[in-house]
């Protein structure tokens, strides 16, 4: 395993559950429409209920397939919906939707755990999402590949397999994936196809 990383990470197979996020493409007036409502329980916290009500399950899912346990996804969840009203104030519409800064904190709240607690970092895993990676690498022996890959991705970064995650494992398109991260959608394109030919040269290092 890579020394610089602070955490070592299980992967937990789960061919059976699919939690795919409910995506959808933002619009520009729902986005504006939705800073109204921002504006409204910035001066009311009452009104930020629609906002937690609307957003809650997302985050939720996020952080549960990252932990692999439920209680503790209800927890960190709480957290996040609580740090987001106390900044709530400090925040300003740039273009993305809210959700994008509800995962940022949530992210932010799932590294702080490990970081605490010493725990292992959970990587929830589906044959299938092994399979989209393979697809996208394209290697002629694919058999090969797909054995090798759940041990190499032990071996990225976490600003890496967090891309990985969110782009194979919860089939985010890389707008959204651009939004979550603070980076241009041609970016996020770039980091992910970096990322799949590093993959690649890990598997090429470590032979079957």
């Known amino acids: 395993m890579s020394m610089n990383l602070q955490i070592s990470r299980t992967l937990a197979l789960k061919n059976n559950v699919r ?34 009500v609307r957003y809650y399950e997302g985050i939720f899912r996020y952080i549960y397939r990252r932990t692999a346990n439920e209680s503790l996804a ?45 725990k292992n970092r959970v990587v929830s895993v589906e044959e299938s999402h092994i399979e989209d990676i393979v697809d996208e690498i394209n290697d002629e022996d694919k058999t090969q590949l797909k054995a090798a890959m759940i041990s190499a991705l032990d071996y990225l970064k976490p600003k890496d397999l967090e891309i990985i995650e969110l782009r ?3 089939q985010r398109p ?25 993959l690649k040269k890990i598997i090429a290092s470590r032979p079957i």
Do not use: C
């Open 19 to 52: 939690m795919n996020s409910s995506k959808q493409t933002v619009s520009e007036e729902a986005m504006q429409q939705e800073w109204l409502e921002i504006q409204a329980a910035q001066k009311n916290p009452a009104l930020f209920q629609p906002l937690y």
């Open 74 to 118: 209800a927890d960190l969840s709480s957290q996040v919906f609580l740090k987001a009203m106390q900044k709530l104030g400090s925040y300003t519409f740039k273009g993305v939707p809210f959700s994008a800064w509800l995962y940022r904190i949530a992210s932010n709240e799932i590294t702080q755990y490990y970081r605490n607690h010493s």
């Open 168 to 170: 194979f494992f919860e």
């Open 174 to 198: 890389f707008k959204e994936i651009a939004d979550i991260l603070g980076i241009t959608e041609s970016n996020a394109k770039v980091k992910t196809y970096r990322i799949l030919e590093k």
